[in-house]
């Protein structure tokens, strides 16, 4: 991975604290690979003065919405320090008073709302603060070997077992950073989720993520393959707009359908064994509210009324019958992404953006997929750890 820092631009940005984390939010949203479609935030804790004139100290965070290749200033969530890092001590909190105290913390009540995970951000014992969900590592945890190899690759790094994203990461990783200093490591690892690094410093804290994600890339690039498949395949228009009419009515509004005919995704959807690695699970879970769990598998010459829809239907549903606790309502059933036997990859969704997202979402995903089944296997997080972040109200709100 390319270390994009360069001095003469960052030069300009110095004794700016909020300017020099614009900057590196930047040079990390400028790699896809790190972080697709609001994936991935930074921080960085400085002092400003209030509305009477007093000094306090902050931490802007990341706001929610905002992707970090075109964060500006504005994006970032002002929030007072010591408050939101008091909450990680609280040996409970749920969504809702989270949500209402990291709220009520905000200095700038028309900034954009904090990232859900600011809390880790606000208790991390350092200035500059970035997260991303490296494709490279995810890649590497989401294998069965994934513990060793990562623990392998990352002997000099904290490495963490995969929680909940929210609350239970922050109390998760303030536990490990109240006892002792974890600058003595380079960064965080959090299985199946992503990687931290922080510094004081913020060429360090950027160079550092360059540094541990590329380490994940030798990795594959030295015992990775991606098995190239070719296909001829001529698509049947009429055939794709039965495929949108049948997604149009489980969802219940009519749907946009694009269609990804690259050779990357028709070699994909034309490989032997492609309704089984699709069908395991997401990239990471922060996905699943895009795209759900899995995609719908289509056949080359799908029949009159298209069933593969209506069983992805009956299945989504049963899925939700298995994992459903009180009080959830299901979403609607619809899928939002198929792969489509020797064509391609079709996104589904309610307007261009939904499915330009779902469609960089779907390149980036069967690219792991396919590497991770030649470093071993792939294996995302269990169904029901994907199905309690589908459901997840903070999750949901990011799509609002
Ligand atoms: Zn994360």
């Not at 991975?1 to 949203?29: P, Q, R």
């Not at 946009?256 to 990357?264: H, K, T």
């Not at 589908?390 to 999750?395: G, K, P």
């Amino acid at each position: 991975m390319k270390n994009l820092w360069n001095d003469l631009e960052a030069k300009s940005f110095i004794g700016d604290d909020l300017a020099t984390c614009v900057y590196t939010s930047c040079l990390l949203g400028a790699e896809e690979d790190l972080i697709v479609h609001g994936g991935g935030n930074t921080s960085v804790k400085s002092r400003v003065h209030d509305f009477f004139g007093r000094e306090v100290d902050v931490l802007f965070v990341k706001g929610s919405g905002w992707d970090l290749k075109n964060i500006e200033k504005s994006g970032f969530s002002v929030l007072r320090l010591e408050e939101t890092k008091l909450l990680a001590e609280l040996g409970e909190l749920n969504d809702t008073e989270m949500t209402k105290q990291l709220r009520l913390n905000m200095l700038d009540q028309a900034a954009p709302l904090p990232s859900v995970e600011a809390i880790q951000h606000a208790i991390m014992p350092a200035k500059f603060v970035d997260h991303t969900h490296a494709d490279a590592v995810l890649t590497l945890s989401n294998n069965p070997n994934g513990e060793a190899i990562i623990g392998d690759i990352y002997s000099d790094c904290l490495i963490l077992p995969y929680v909940m994203p929210g609350f239970i990461l922050s109390k998760q990783v303030y536990n490990e950073v109240k006892d002792f200093d974890i600058n003595q490591y380079k960064g965080i690892i959090l299985h199946r989720h992503g990687v931290f690094t922080y510094s004081n410093n913020a060429r360090e804290a950027y160079e550092n993520m360059i540094e541990l994600v590329s380490r994940a890339e030798s990795y594959i690039s030295e015992n990775g393959v991606v098995q190239h498949v070719e296909s001829q395949s001529e698509v049947n228009l009429l055939d794709l707009a039965r495929i949108r009419k049948s997604v149009s009515a489980s969802r219940g509004s009519a749907q946009l359908a694009m269609l990804d005919q690259s050779d990357e995704a028709k070699g994909f959807a034309s490989r032997d064994d492609i309704a089984d690695i699709a069908s395991r699970g997401p990239l990471t879970p922060d996905h699943v509210t895009r795209t759900k769990r899995i995609p719908v598998i289509l056949d080359a010459k799908p029949d009159e009324n298209v069933s593969e829809i209506q069983s992805f239907v009956n299945e989504y549903k049963a899925y939700f019958e298995r994992n459903k606790v009180d009080g959830l309502i299901m979403l609607d059933p619809a899928p939002r992404a198929a792969v489509w036997s020797s064509n391609g990859t079709i996104a589904f969704g309610s307007t261009v953006k939904e499915c330009n997202i779902i469609t960089d979402i779907a390149r980036h995903t069967r690219w792991t997929i396919q590497v991770g089944e030649s470093l071993g296997g792939w294996k995302p997080l269990s169904e029901r750890e994907i199905f309690e972040l589908e459901y997840w109200v903070l999750q949901q709100a990011k799509l609002a």
